[in-house]
């Protein structure tokens, strides 16, 4: 997860009460207290209005600032991240989440030799060439980014001659307390941090005649040490 340059800023403004109301405070006054210049305040509360991590309107002292519901859950996953790095892995992590249809192309990747042998030789079983999809909810949809934070099992990437396809990090994960399967951390993905994707040696959704909206429990091991091959 990239870390954005105006990350203590945010911590700042929430720290002083704008996550609850508008905060009347000038950029000069920000420059002195963060102690960058005022410059770089400014252009990072451009750039923070600009991700929706903010709102200004005109103030007393120049702008009122409010940090919204996106600034906060951008904090709350940055937490997550350092409160999982700090405390270590506990062994396992339970994730809910409700089952949506794809964008179909898990069953594209997943049948990829450069991913289909690295998953049999390193999770110990074939994929069903399909990923089964969770859209996680609050306070879920923190617990995907505390994955991010931890090892897991590396999948490299590769090319084929004709593109490159990203690495895969996985977890060796229970389904509904039940089926075999992983959790995949993916470099490369059009879904966003609230989506976790889940492979199996099973059709999952045939197996648990699953339909979209049901809610799905996936028991993720994050006692997995190592990241690479050999390592």
Known sequence: MKVPSYLLTL??????GAS???????????SRLLGISQQ????????????GVVMRRRGGRGYSVYVTQEGIDLLNRFY?????????SEGELIIRGRVFTGMGEGAYYISL?????????KLGFEPFPGTLNLRLEEPDSHLRAKLEAMDGIFIEGF????????????FHATVNGRYQGAALIVERTHYGDNVLEV????NLREKMKLKDGDMVEVKV???YKSTKDGE
């Open 11 to 16: 911590i700042w403004l929430c720290k002083e």
């Open 20 to 30: 609850s109301t508008f905060l009347d405070i000038s950029t000069s006054e920000l």
């Open 40 to 51: 770089a305040v400014s252009k990072q509360m451009i750039e923070m209005e600009k991700e």
């Open 80 to 88: 997550t991240m350092l409160k999982g790095v700090l405390e270590g």
């Open 113 to 121: 030799d450069g991913y289909r042998k690295q998953f049999i030789s």
């Open 159 to 170: 090319r084929d001659g004709r593109r490159t396809y990203g690495a895969v990090k996985c």
């Open 199 to 202: 492979i199996s040696p099973f």
């Open 221 to 223: 091991n994050t006692s």
